[in-house]
């Protein structure tokens, strides 16, 4: 599965973003989707994940009430909404995909897409 992320941008504290990832394929609904991030200097961190049916969805406790990851299987895509932004959201994001039971770290990836939230 290839994937594209977009969405990114510039935007005050306190604003909202919608980033974006569409994929390749026909078998979308069988991939768990997941967000992370990445900021200047640091590792990259998990946001959010979904389950394939998007029945499930689990968050880091730093954008847990802020952001809300959601997927429509008809159209290959993955949203993240981005609410109360805040300068420490401040990453590169990359949404990733990896297939319903499979383990360990995800292992299709998207080019990333650049927020940055200005106080």
């Known amino acids: 599965v290839q994937l594209q992320a977009s969405g990114g941008g510039l935007v005050q504290a306190g604003g909202s973003l919608r980033l974006s990832c569409a994929a390749s394929?026909?078998?979308?609904?069988?991939?768990?989707m997941g967000w992370f991030r990445q900021a200047p200097g640091k590792e990259r961190e998990f946001v959010a994940q979904?389950?394939?049916?998007?029945?499930?969805?689990y968050y880091a406790d730093s954008v847990k009430g802020r952001f809300t990851i959601s997927r429509v299987n008809a159209k290959n895509t993955v949203y993240l909404q981005m609410n109360s932004l805040k300068p420490e959201d401040t990453a590169v994001y990359y949404c990733?995909?990896?297939?319903?039971?499979?383990?360990?770290?995800?292992?299709?990836w998207g080019q990333g897409t650049q927020v940055t939230v200005s106080s």
């Open positions: 394929g026909r078998t979308f609904s069988s991939y768990n």
């Open positions: 990733a995909a990896r297939p319903i039971g499979a383990q360990g770290q995800y292992g299709y």
């Open positions: 979904i389950s394939g049916s998007g029945g499930s969805t």
